[in-house]
């Protein structure tokens, strides 16, 4: 049966992270609107992953409908909260301990991907399946994750980075983050036995979805929606520097008095 979940811990975190923004906020004289948009984007992100029929359907029958989950905790809701950042406010977050260190480029992808490929491990995809503070564990890990892998990226964090990379290692470097989750993906799509026991015994909500085809499908949702926000990013970055090198260019003409 398809339920809509209600867990105190999520509505507990969301208050904390929407609270800790306000926090951050005061005193921030960069601080715009826009950062409070995000903001909300990004925890309605994590609410629709952890608290509607998404929630349900993961933990009880559909291996698709999971990695969709992952997809929302890892690579949809860190980009739309890090974006919720001014300057001013990344500022102060950097003072923490550890910080620093483990948002620097080389650091976060190989945090990320071990991520996810630890985490899509049979025997460790199927405990968390069978237990719910370690399942609790798993989407702090992903979200976790994904924060670090798109701090160097996104304007406002990578500004505090040791090693401030170019626009066009930024690309290079969205284009390597792909590769874990690429690799999670094609195992799941070529493969012709099921990898995750759980989903074996599951109940079957559509006619005919047999585990293998609900797990080659969730290779497909990995594998797809991951590439578009990561391509979201890359265009994102692609037009800025684009719009940077055409205004140079345009002042440059300006100072020689060409038209």
């Given at each position: 049966?398809?339920?809509?979940?209600?867990?105190?811990?999520?509505?507990a975190?969301?208050?904390?992270?929407?609270?800790?923004?306000?926090?951050?906020?005061?005193?921030?004289?960069?601080?715009?609107?826009?950062?409070?948009?995000?903001?909300?984007?990004?925890?309605?992100?994590?609410?629709?992953?952890?608290?509607?029929?998404?929630?349900?359907?993961?933990?009880?029958?559909l291996?698709?409908?999971?990695?969709?989950?992952?997809?929302?905790?890892?690579?949809?809701?860190?980009?739309?909260?890090?974006?919720?950042?001014?300057r001013?406010?990344?500022?102060?977050i950097?003072?923490?301990?550890?910080?620093?260190?483990?948002?620097?480029?080389?650091?976060?992808?190989?945090?990320?991907?071990?991520?996810?490929?630890?985490?899509?491990?049979?025997?460790?995809?199927?405990?968390?399946?069978?237990?719910?503070?370690?399942?609790?564990?798993?989407?702090?890990?992903?979200?976790?994750?994904?924060?670090?892998?798109?701090?160097?990226?996104?304007?406002?964090?990578?500004?505090?980075?040791?090693?401030?990379?170019?626009?066009?290692?930024?690309?290079?470097?969205?284009?390597?983050?792909?590769?874990?989750?690429?690799?999670?993906?094609?195992a799941?799509?070529?493969?012709?036995?099921?990898?995750?026991?759980?989903?074996?015994?599951?109940?079957?909500?559509?006619?005919?979805?047999?585990?293998?085809?609900?797990?080659?499908?969730?290779?497909?949702?990995?594998?797809?929606?991951?590439?578009?926000?990561?391509?979201?990013?890359?265009?994102?970055?692609?037009?800025?520097?684009?719009?940077a090198?055409?205004?140079?260019?345009?002042?440059?003409?300006?100072?020689?008095g060409?038209?």
């Amino acid at each position: 049966m398809i339920t809509w979940p209600f867990d105190w811990t999520v509505y507990a975190g969301l208050a904390l992270l929407f609270f800790g923004h306000a926090w951050l906020a005061r005193g921030a004289s960069d601080a715009q609107p826009r950062h409070t948009v995000y903001l909300l984007a990004g925890l309605a992100t994590l609410w629709i992953a952890l608290e509607s029929p998404i929630d349900t359907m993961s933990d009880r029958y559909l291996d698709s409908v999971h990695m969709l989950q992952h997809v929302l905790l890892g690579f949809v809701a860190p980009p739309l909260l890090l974006l919720s950042l001014s300057r001013e406010m990344v500022a102060r977050i950097v003072r923490a301990p550890g910080v620093r260190p483990l948002t620097e480029p080389v650091q976060a992808q190989v945090i990320a991907a071990a991520v996810m490929i630890a985490w899509h491990l049979p025997p460790l995809y199927d405990a968390t399946l069978r237990s719910e503070d370690l399942h609790i564990v798993e989407h702090l890990t992903f979200i976790g994750a994904g924060l670090a892998l798109f701090w160097p990226v996104i304007e406002a964090t990578s500004e505090h980075a040791r090693w401030r990379m170019s626009a066009g290692a930024r690309l290079v470097y969205l284009l390597l983050a792909t590769l874990p989750q690429d690799g999670v993906a094609l195992a799941l799509i070529f493969s012709r036995v099921p990898f995750y026991e759980f989903y074996t015994h599951a109940p079957r909500l559509i006619e005919g979805l047999t585990p293998v085809i609900d797990q080659t499908i969730a290779g497909a949702v990995l594998m797809i929606f991951g590439k578009v926000t990561m391509a979201v990013a890359a265009l994102a970055i692609f037009f800025r520097w684009f719009g940077a090198e055409h205004g140079s260019d345009r002042g440059i003409e300006s100072r020689l008095g060409v038209r």
